[in-house]
């Protein structure tokens, strides 16, 4: 039975009085141009949530695959096992509030016990029972030490939601860039099969005598320089691809298979959640863990000036003892004793004092900590924001260019068949076709990672 009453703590109705400054939570400063949406033309949708925003994309393989994650992936593993540690140090803390009881049992050879009273005395003492030691909280020392192994566990968790978003996040960005690279390598083998087709057209006329030869060496050239793109591309998306077997928790090749059945990019949703970079605070986990960590390091603020004040500890002794050990156990052996002891420090060279400027010390760096993962936090939404918005609009401009550049390459073409133009036209506007393509491609993987790292910067991706 405990409660708080005037920053005291009543424990079985002995009165603890903790000292120290009592934890209040503090409210982060946030820029004035920060505390409204500073992000234009956002469209607000409920129907995505923030939790699992990666269905949105509409993409079953990448749902199966974060599932996975959630379940194989080695860092979460790390960030649970950390949680197991924070709680067990949390109990380990709270039971030094408790007396402690051990059974003891010895014999001990007395020799002259008491010198002028009865001198030359010798005999055995043999024991047997229990021995038990609780050392009065009357200044709050554990019950400081308690708060802070509490938030510090509370930290251990916000961290652990931190490592899942951290892990969702990067999954779907990994796997959107593979998307991405499939979808690069299958433009540049449609290309290279245009500009073989055309390659063949031109030898075809050059051995008619309709065109130059070196129409035909140029052909080849910008056929050649296509072809080479495609290695690097394949060893991109095997590296990629090794990256996702890491994040998901498998030996590598286990997932080839699976993600070959389909090369399709994620659509991207026609409709976002998204919110001012304000509203990060309320969600991030690692702002929270920062919070926590200044709470616990308040608290040990405590711990250390409870030092400067006195030690009172209780013991007692409920057994057996006798000097005959056949007689040890008979009823007349029966014995106890309790004890206490108090303890001032008087002189110990500065020791509590460097304690008390340490704790102080690690209590401010854990408030600029937070304010700077206040801040850090503002600043990432806030950009990842502006990205996926310029982003989208060149993407959308690009997207029309690819029309365009299509219509373009069919008449330059068709001129060249009928003499009107030459061959190099017909070179450019493929070239710039293919160009514009490959830049759709990485615009739509880039618009699509913006996104994703948006929802990142919400705290999105944890229950």
């Known amino acids: 039975m405990k409660r708080r009453v005037g920053g005291c703590l009543v424990l079985i109705s002995l009165v603890s009085c903790t000292v120290g400054p009592d934890y209040q939570k503090v409210e982060p400063i946030v820029p004035k141009q920060w505390q409204a949406a500073s992000a234009e033309n956002l469209q607000i949708s409920k129907t995505i949530d923030l939790k699992t925003y990666w269905q949105s994309f509409g993409d079953a393989e990448l749902n199966t695959l974060?599932?996975?994650?959630?379940?194989?992936?080695?860092?979460?593993?790390?960030?649970?096992?950390?949680?197991?540690?924070?709680?067990?140090?949390?109990?380990?803390?709270?039971?030094?509030?408790?007396?402690?009881?051990?059974?003891?049992?010895?014999?001990?050879?007395?020799?002259?016990p008491f010198p002028g009273l009865a001198q030359g005395i010798k005999y055995n003492m043999f024991e047997m029972g229990f021995d038990a030691l609780w050392e009065v909280d009357l200044y709050g020392r554990q019950q400081r030490r308690l708060e802070s192994a509490v938030a510090?566990?509370?930290?251990?968790?916000?961290?652990?939601?931190?490592?899942?978003?951290?892990?969702?996040?990067?999954?779907?960005r990994t796997y959107i860039n593979y998307r991405s690279l499939q979808n690069q390598l299958r433009i540049t083998h449609s290309n290279l099969t245009s500009q073989q087709h055309?390659?063949?057209?031109?030898?075809q006329l050059f051995s008619e005598g309709v065109?130059?030869?070196?129409?035909?060496?140029?052909?080849?050239?910008?056929?050649?320089?296509?072809?080479?793109q495609i290695p690097a591309l394949e060893a991109n998306l095997i590296a990629t691809l090794r990256?996702?077997?890491?994040?998901?928790?498998?030996?590598?090749?286990n997932l080839e298979a699976e993600l070959n059945t389909n090369d399709k990019m994620p659509v991207i949703p026609s409709q976002v959640f998204l919110s001012s970079p304000i509203a990060a605070i309320q969600n991030r986990p690692d702002i929270h863990a920062a919070e926590r960590r200044l709470a616990a390091a308040t608290a040990m603020q405590g711990a250390a000036i409870a030092e400067q004040f006195p030690k009172i500890s209780i013991?007692?002794?409920?057994?057996?003892?006798?000097?005959?050990?056949?007689?040890?156990?008979?009823?007349?052996?029966?014995?106890?004793?309790?004890?206490?002891?108090?303890?001032?420090?008087?002189?110990?060279?500065?020791?509590?004092?460097?304690?008390?400027d340490l704790t102080k010390a690690k209590q401010k760096e854990a408030y600029l900590g937070y304010q700077k993962a206040i801040l850090e936090a503002l600043q990432e939404t806030e950009t990842t924001l502006t990205r996926y918005l310029k982003e989208e609009?060149?993407?959308?401009?690009?997207?029309?260019?690819?029309?365009?550049?299509?219509?373009?390459?069919?008449?330059?073409?068709?001129?060249y068949q009928e003499g009107v133009s030459t061959f190099l036209e017909v070179l450019d506007s493929q070239r710039a076709l293919y160009a514009a393509q490959i830049e759709l491609a990485r615009s739509e993987e880039l618009t699509a990672t913006y996104l994703i790292a948006c929802y990142k910067s919400l705290g999105g991706g944890v229950s």
């Open 211 to 228: 065109s130059a030869r070196h129409d035909v060496v140029r052909a080849k050239a910008q056929a050649e320089t296509t072809s080479a």
């Open 243 to 253: 990256q996702i077997d890491v994040l998901v928790g498998q030996q590598s090749g």
């Open 198 to 203: 055309t390659l063949r057209l031109t030898e």
């Open 152 to 172: 510090e566990q509370e930290a251990t968790n916000e961290l652990h939601r931190q490592a899942l978003v951290t892990l969702t996040s990067e999954l779907a």
């Open 315 to 356: 013991s007692a002794f409920f057994g057996l003892r006798n000097t005959d050990i056949e007689s040890l156990f008979k009823s007349a052996a029966f014995s106890y004793g309790t004890a206490a002891n108090f303890v001032q420090p008087l002189l110990d060279f500065g020791r509590i004092q460097a304690g008390i």
């Open 66 to 112: 974060i599932n996975k994650a959630l379940k194989s992936n080695l860092d979460i593993k790390i960030a649970l096992a950390r949680v197991d540690q924070a709680r067990s140090e949390r109990r380990g803390v709270r039971a030094e509030l408790f007396p402690t009881v051990n059974a003891t049992g010895g014999v001990q050879r007395q020799n002259n």
């Open 393 to 415: 609009i060149r993407r959308q401009a690009l997207a029309r260019s690819i029309t365009e550049l299509q219509e373009s390459v069919r008449l330059s073409e068709l001129r």
